[in-house]
């Protein structure tokens, strides 16, 4: 049994639904693009853009649909008519103004929590948007810090550790990814849980090879967590 | 005479060259579009654009990118042709691959203002857009820590201030900008020092009036902070 001081919670398909809206856009894109090429293909090249671009524009809303305008102008050979060009734009409003969807339990946990624990908000994206997902979340009052990170890698949780003056020990990460939230947190020395979500954006998915050796704890929802604890 | 604690510096504009940069985007933008209005006109519509823009997309060369893809479809009655789109793309990427060009004497300021206070970064716009600017000027070094913030207002100065545990008298924000780096500091009842850059955004000017009633100092160059602390 540990006693963490400070329970920190990914946002993204850890507090509320995300994944499925970027999949969403993905298929309405495909759909804008269908004279040129297969859906499939367009999925795929997709894609590589998007995480070609990451190195330049980072994760989130507008990196997306940056890559978006540029994979349909590339994939219409220049041809794209504006309209199309407009229409991903929209895509891309929309995503920024959805309604927040809380998953299952989410409250509950975070009310109990919030009791006995420091809780604070890890995530990566776009700065602007997340802090108004957290807005219109109404889960603010929960924590008592958000961090927006633009790469969640080993060196970023370290520095906020440091920032927040706690030890890797009294820390604790929970979050849907294994590449984001657990990998690198468990790398510095702090202890991690996984809730899986349904679905997962392929960049963020990690081979068997890369958990051998490591030990975190996984739960089918976050409803247990009250239990584990 | 005051002990500050902390000392905060602006980034764009106050520690190296940022709005002649936008500038030049916005004329080449013109350029690219001259064929539907004259340069007046679409910097004008570009203008409303962006503004309109920010309560969705915030700050930084990636909602300025985004926004002129908006303006120049809409300019150009949905005829936009698509290797203009990706022009606007490629100015946008160089934007964000620019060397940084540090202004006169800031790394001998921060140099000399190290050795005495806590120097902190507090900057707006894109999250990876500024962090990767701040490791390629080589500053990170004298900083202890580094803020991009969504918006720069009282609320936003107020909550850093808690959470880095400074008292207002103990805090003096440096920057460029009145709206953004003056005004909402003194409002919480720190203190602020104005140091001009020769090109402002029309979006962050203010009216003789908002300045009435306010006590702070203007540089004419960042150089001249040693002499005044």
Redesign the interface.
Do not use: F, W
């Given at each position: 049994m540990v006693n963490y001081k400070v329970i920190a919670f990914d946002a993204d398909d850890t507090l509320w639904v995300n994944e499925p809206y970027f999949r969403e856009a993905e298929d309405q894109f495909a759909k804008l693009l269908s004279m040129y090429e297969t859906e499939n293909k367009i999925q795929q090249e997709l894609y590589k853009v998007i995480t070609g671009n990451i190195p330049?524009?980072?994760y989130g809303v507008?990196?997306c649909?940056?890559s978006m305008?540029?994979c349909a102008?590339e994939l219409?050979n220049?041809?794209?008519?504006?309209?199309i060009?407009?229409q991903i734009?929209e895509i891309?409003?929309e995503m920024?103004?959805k309604p927040i969807e809380l998953l299952p339990g989410i409250v509950e946990v975070l009310e109990y929590l919030s009791k006995n624990y420091t809780l604070i908000v890890l995530t990566k994206g776009?700065?602007?948007?997340q802090?108004k997902k957290l807005e219109r979340s109404g889960l603010l009052t929960y924590f008592h810090?958000v961090e927006?990170m633009?790469?969640k890698n080993p060196e970023g949780y370290e520095r906020i550790l440091k920032?927040l003056d706690i030890l890797p020990q009294d820390f604790l990460m929970i979050g849907n990814s294994l590449k984001s939230d657990v990998l690198p947190v468990l790398k510095i020395g702090a202890n991690a849980i996984h809730v899986p979500f349904h679905s997962v954006w392929k960049f963020e998915t990690v081979s068997k090879k890369a958990l051998e050796n490591h030990q975190y704890k996984t739960l089918t929802s976050i409803g247990e967590i009250v239990d584990f604890l």
């Open positions: 330049l524009y980072g507008k990196s649909i940056l305008v540029q102008t219409s220049n041809q794209l008519p504006a309209e060009t407009q734009l891309g409003k920024l103004t776009d700065l602007l948007d802090e810090h927006v633009s790469e920032h």
